[in-house]
């Protein structure tokens, strides 16, 4: 049965992490500190320009991040897959929020820009996720998405047919 709640804070994020929001065994977000978001503030199963589903989240940037120390000593620089895997995060959050069933995974992702960096002093970033397809079968189930990453309001990432799928094996 798919949420009708359309934003979630960090302690509701916190319990996808623990497994708690979904059921165990269903779609999952990573603990700090692989979780790529603060907030989550808008969900759909049919908004977007495409009419399929849409996220749009938001990530706080303070400079004492754990991988500035290490990315890179002197040049701090958020690890661009890192964007990247904020947005799989949301878009397997997606699915689970639909109500379907199932560990998420990472398939892949057909374009990816980096036109940007977040160093420490940027303030926060927000991800958006569009999705192009949701598909939900007796085999398969998957989203499809676009997405883009913007720093204190300027476009850094873009991502063009991102995959991830929910699997109950």
Known sequence: MAMTQTSFDRDELLACARGELFGEG??????????????????????GPHGKG???????I???LWF??????GNPIMP????LD????????????????????ALGVGEVKLTGMVRPD?????YFVDFTKAVQTRRLTM???DGRVEADGEVIYQVKDMKVALSES
């Open 26 to 47: 269903n779609a999952q977000l990573p603990e700090p500190p692989m979780l790529m978001m603060d907030r989550i503030t808008d969900i759909s199963g049919d908004g």
């Open 54 to 60: 849409h996220v749009v989240a938001e990530f706080d």
């Open 62 to 64: 303070k400079p004492d």
């Open 68 to 73: 500035f120390d290490c990315h890179f000593p």
């Open 80 to 83: 661009g897959c890192l964007g």
């Open 86 to 105: 904020g947005l799989w995060q949301l878009t397997g959050f997606n699915l689970g929020w639909r109500g379907w069933k199932g560990r998420g995974y």
């Open 122 to 126: 940027r303030k926060m970033l927000r």
């Open 143 to 145: 989203g499809v998405a």
